[in-house]
């Protein structure tokens, strides 16, 4: 943040999760309003874009084509990943959530576990795939309740467990149930158990898996890039 004020010849200014999170201009909300509706205690000038979606890293090729590989030789897995923050303090999750996927008689994807190790025929694990690309092709999705991994998810329109780490994530994982599309579990109880629990019920419930079809309907009818880009140029002519 500061280094694009400094481009665009703006002093310093407040810290900007502290100090300068509201702006009497406009403030973006940069998800759904499915995700949150708005608050009394909300500023009047929030503008409800809709979600972000990054323009994810490039994946080698032969990592690629290991993955498509898997994908096309066999029935959806189940997508296991921790996003970008929760990646690096797995403790246990991708064991348990392993062994949860062999109770249940599901394959399973891998995202961003550590090591190499070969985990046998109906499981594959990389440093790192596309979600945009792995998500739509999974039977469920795994996660930690990360804004750019949710949104992903939603937008796939799969079922999703959610194990929350910290942040925003334990909010992000009750809000996805509220919405009917998820189930969650603490990260402390997290076990094999718990999870292949969780996520036999959420493969057997149709009734959220339409649900997961309707809301990302509503999510990819959104341009959130394009409204709040236009909510800038309003502030921006309003001060020109």
Excluded at 96 to 114: H, I, M, Y
Excluded at 198 to 209: A, M, P, R, S, V
């Amino acid at each position: 943040m500061r280094e694009l004020r400094v481009e665009l010849g703006l002093g310093r200014g407040g810290d900007p999760i502290f100090e300068a999170l509201h702006s009497p201009a406009r403030v973006l909300a940069l998800f759904s309003r499915l995700f949150a509706e708005p608050q009394p205690d909300w500023p009047s000038q929030v503008c409800f874009a809709g979600f972000l979606f990054w323009d994810e890293e490039p994946v080698a090729t032969e990592v690629s084509e290991r993955i498509e590989e898997f994908l096309a030789s066999g029935p959806e897995p189940i997508v296991v990943t921790l996003g970008s923050s929760a990646v690096l303090d797995p403790g246990s999750f991708y064991q348990e959530s392993l062994a949860a996927a062999r109770t249940l008689g599901r394959r399973a994807l891998v995202l961003g576990a550590p090591g190499e190790e070969s985990y046998g025929k109906d499981v594959l694990a990389v440093p790192y795939a596309r979600h945009s690309e792995v998500f739509p092709r999974a039977c469920a999705v795994v996660h930690q309740g990360g804004m750019g991994t949710t949104a992903r998810a939603l937008c796939a329109g799969r079922p999703m467990l959610v194990v929350p780490w910290a942040y925003d994530q334990p909010d992000n994982a009750a809000r996805l149930v509220r919405m009917g599309v998820a189930r969650k579990i603490a990260r402390r109880q997290y076990t094999e158990k718990s999870a292949a629990r969780e996520l036999g019920l959420l493969l057997k419930d149709e009734k959220l898996q339409g649900r997961c079809r309707e809301v990302a309907a509503w999510v990819k009818s959104e341009d959130g890039l394009g409204v709040a880009c236009e909510a800038l140029r309003a502030v921006m002519r309003a001060v020109i």
